[in-house]
């Protein structure tokens, strides 16, 4: 973790006293938005400031009266699981007029209102902006209407910061909108169901539609088709060629014939040809019925994607989002031009607000006069990869356009470790592109263990059809290390003349690859490439800041307390221990806290002792009150769960009483994520080009021999980038003993958590914004269990 320096800001020198800051959704709902609006209020609580709901969007603003109401800390609990938006969301045509911007600064001033933060899309957000570029007129405005005195020097100006609120992710500037992983959760929940009850019948297409004309969501479409292999995609930034409809028949023929039993199409609407004419749902399915004669159903995602509970990213996205938002309100002066909180990689930062928008105008600008390839550039670098990948996996090519000649080389895959969601998502992708990289492709089942069995085969394109959305490890995996076999291992690399290696897993994975690049000396079988991809729930591999399989885990966890917490709504106060996996790491349950609206997260990366277990009463009449703690498995010797759980019941007879909850393998299993099978995949794709360019590159006399540092590496990432990183070069960033890295960036995250939950701590910001821990203190003497 940073340590302070002269660079930082004491976070205790910004406060909000005496500042007022309202909230407010406007536009389309996103799920996530109430995690937003709560992390806005308790963050500004948390400074000081008053804060203010203004119900209703811009609609509140302009009618004034209860739609602007003053918030207080329990005002926003229970409301993190909520999809929607809790005090509403309208479309103002009055706020468009000057005369309703004038009544809309009239209610503000009443209340001393001067920082406001809106939640919604690009529209929402230009409005904000010309709202504040009109403040000071609209005040003396109303001063010569009122013939009053002018206002304070205080109310001078008008504070503005956005958040983009949109399941579309259409906004330029952030890597993801609140909205959007929870949109996409709904949507492939769709996929799989349509999978299920198709999979019994012989000849069966069927075709997603995204909400009638609706073409902004050509994102969803997009990624989801990535997410669960769809066989076609149409979306507007990608116009399919003339004869588009002939090859469309032919690939569904062709997929059925290698023995698919359902083909899925998706189309976003607002999708053209390259002459400009509408491909509509109807269209499609006329087509495929006529051409190829299966029984074809077509299904339109209309607001059902805007609906349900948050993912557990969009609740952390969101409550990341507000209290940087917070912090921007407290440190803006009134030069400082209005921004927008964005997400790039990992962190949260403060883009100009115009400028994202702006360009998000280019877009659509882009789009009109058909400029498809600038306007799949101007969406961005993840935009432009999803479909860069999609097009890689989903298309074969023909044998006469691979890039190598035909088993020039043998490429192995396997799973090591305990199981985590989306390893199947990638083994599919790595093994799709490995054969059009002209490759054959090998699998090889249970780990090392099966590998110096010989449990290995090879694996065609169509063998791996369906494995996007399977949860667990098709191929099986294990835990077992290839040292003490790397004979046996070696063996069977040269029987089947394995060129090189791709290793999905976790830690084990890691500790593999290092025992491997040892004995290269001895076995010269294994100089060859060798990648790694992480994938583990525990996300404890060094060198990246995810790894496939936890989003999934994180979502089991938010899930379970969420029903956990719903099963005691009838109850005034009750104590629940919520026991997460991820042995030494504390990563599942302090993101798992955060999402889920944890009072506290005990974990082995903070050492905590009795004080901190402490749960006190808050003074007053009963109310309804939930205790809720996260504990990873590993965090005490001592202080375990069942400890926990026998001291509470004990020193809560009478006043509460407790429960606890060990959550165990079920957050290793179940279907893995839109994110994880995304994540995967692309992870996959990405890893497979490099051993390709690697096998090129050490090729010679007829063999391939790599043995230099550079040749074994991890694929992590780091920031917005996935980087390639020589295993050898890990281990001095690796706690072997715990099985943790030495440095974890989610650490940050945890004086957020505690804010959220009323903890009083000290922190300092950095000069990019990013709130980091300094010193863990206890809870305030006054705080009860707080509820969520």
Same mark, same amino acid.
């Given at each position: ?97 000057? *005369? ?33 570029? *009109? ?39 952030? #890597? ?126 209309? =607001? ?50 115009? *400028? ?128 003490? =076999? ?144 996260? *504990? ?99 281990? #001095? =960033? ?32 950095? #000069? ?21």
């Amino acid at each position: 973790m940073a340590q302070p320096d002269s660079k930082k800001i004491f976070f205790e020198n910004l406060s909000g006293a005496g500042k007022a800051i309202a909230v407010l959704t406007s536009g389309g709902d996103a799920q996530g938005m109430n995690a937003a609006v709560r992390a806005v209020v308790r963050m500004g609580l948390y400074v000081g400031a008053k804060v203010y709901f203004i119900h209703e969007g811009y609609q509140g603003m302009v009618d004034g009266g209860d739609n602007i109401e003053e918030a207080s800390w329990e005002s926003v609990s229970s409301m993190l699981q909520v999809g929607g938006t809790v005090i509403g969301s309208a479309r103002c045509k009055e706020f468009r007029s000057h *005369e309703g911007r004038l009544k809309a600064a009239h209610n503000l001033v009443q209340r001393g209102i001067t920082n406001l933060c809106v939640i919604g899309g690009d529209g929402s957000l230009t409005g904000a902006n010309l709202f504040r570029e *009109e403040w000071s007129g609209l005040l003396k405005e109303l001063v010569e209407k009122g013939g009053g005195e002018a206002p304070p020097s205080k109310y001078a100006a008008l504070h503005i910061v956005g958040m983009v609120g949109s399941i579309d992710n259409d906004f330029c500037g952030t #890597d993801m909108t609140i909205g959007t992983d929870s949109a996409l959760h709904r949507i492939i929940e769709v996929v799989d169901a349509i999978m299920t009850t198709h999979q019994p019948h012989q000849k069966g297409s069927h075709l997603l539609s995204f909400h009638p004309h609706a073409s902004r969501f050509r994102y969803l479409a997009l990624v989801s088709a990535l997410a669960c292999g769809a066989d076609w995609v149409l979306i507007p930034e990608m116009p399919p060629e003339d004869g588009w409809e002939e090859k469309m028949c032919q690939k569904l023929s062709a997929t059925r014939s290698r023995g698919t039993r359902l083909n899925i199409i998706i189309v976003a609407e607002g999708s053209l040809d390259r002459h400009g004419k509408p491909i509509t749902s109807s269209f499609v399915k006329d087509l495929v019925v006529k051409h190829l004669g299966f029984d074809t159903r077509v299904t339109i995602l209309g =607001h059902v994607q805007r609906g349900g509970t948050p993912s557990a990213f969009d609740r952390i996205l969101a409550s990341r989002m507000g209290v940087e938002a917070v912090l921007a309100l407290l440190e803006t002066t009134a030069d400082t031009p209005a921004c927008v909180v964005s997400l790039c990689g990992n962190q949260s930062v403060r883009l100009p607000l115009m *400028e994202c928008v702006q360009m998000t105008q280019e877009v659509q600008k882009a789009m009109d006069q058909k400029r498809f390839e600038e306007a799949v550039k101007l969406r961005g670098r993840s935009f432009e990869n999803n479909l860069r990948t999609y097009k890689l996996l989903a298309h074969r090519k023909p044998e006469s356009e691979n890039k190598l000649e035909s088993s020039n080389f043998n490429v192995a895959v396997l799973n090591v470790g305990a199981p985590a969601a989306g390893m199947n998502a990638a083994v599919r992708s790595a093994v799709r592109v490995g054969i059009s990289e002209g490759h054959k492709m090998f699998a090889v089942n249970d780990g090392f263990e099966g590998f110096y069995k010989g449990q290995i085969k090879e694996v065609k394109w169509s063998d791996v059809g369906g494995w996007t959305g399977q949860g667990g490890s098709l191929l099986g995996t294990k835990r077992t290390l290839p040292a003490k =076999h790397a004979d046996k291992i070696a063996e069977q690399m040269r029987k089947y003349n394995i060129n090189a290696l791709l290793v999905i897993g976790g830690f084990e994975a890691l500790e593999s690859l290092l025992q491997l690049c040892e004995v290269r000396t001895t076995y010269e079988e294994f100089c060859i490439p060798m990648c790694m991809l992480p994938a583990t729930i525990s996300n404890n591999v060094p060198g990246t800041a995810l790894s496939i399989g936890a989003d999934t885990a994180l979502n089991a966890i938010v899930e379970t307390c969420d029903r956990i917490k719903q099963s005691a709504s009838g109850t005034k106060r009750r104590v629940f221990i919520i026991e997460t996996m991820g042995g030494y790491c504390g990563y599942l349950a302090t993101v798992g806290g955060l999402a889920a609206g944890a009072d506290a997260a005990y974990i082995y990366e903070e050492p905590f002792d009795i004080r901190d277990l402490q749960v006190t009463e808050r003074a007053g009449p009963p109310v309804r009150r939930r205790f809720v703690g996260t *504990e990873n498995e590993n965090s005490n010797d001592n202080y375990t769960t069942d400890f926990i759980y026998q001291l509470y019941s004990e020193e809560g007879k009478g006043v509460f009483d407790c429960r606890k909850n060990v959550l165990g393998h079920m957050q290793q299993g179940g279907a893995p994520s839109p994110f994880d099978r995304n994540f995967g995949t692309k992870m996959s794709a990405k890893a497979m080009q490099w051993l390709s360019k690697k096998l090129l590159e050490t090729y010679r006399r007829g063999r391939v021999f790599a043995n230099s540092e550079d040749s074994c590496c991890l694929l992590g990432m780091l920031g917005r980038t996935l980087v390639f990183q020589p295993v050898v070069t890990l281990k #001095d =960033h690796t706690d072997f003993i715990h099985r943790i890295p030495k440095e974890q960036w989610w650490l940050k995250l945890r004086p957020l958590m505690k804010i959220l939950a009323k903890y009083k701590t000290s922190y300092d910001v950095s #000069d990019s914004g990013q709130i980091e821990h300094v010193i863990h203190t206890r809870p305030k003497e006054s705080d009860a269990s707080v509820a969520m």
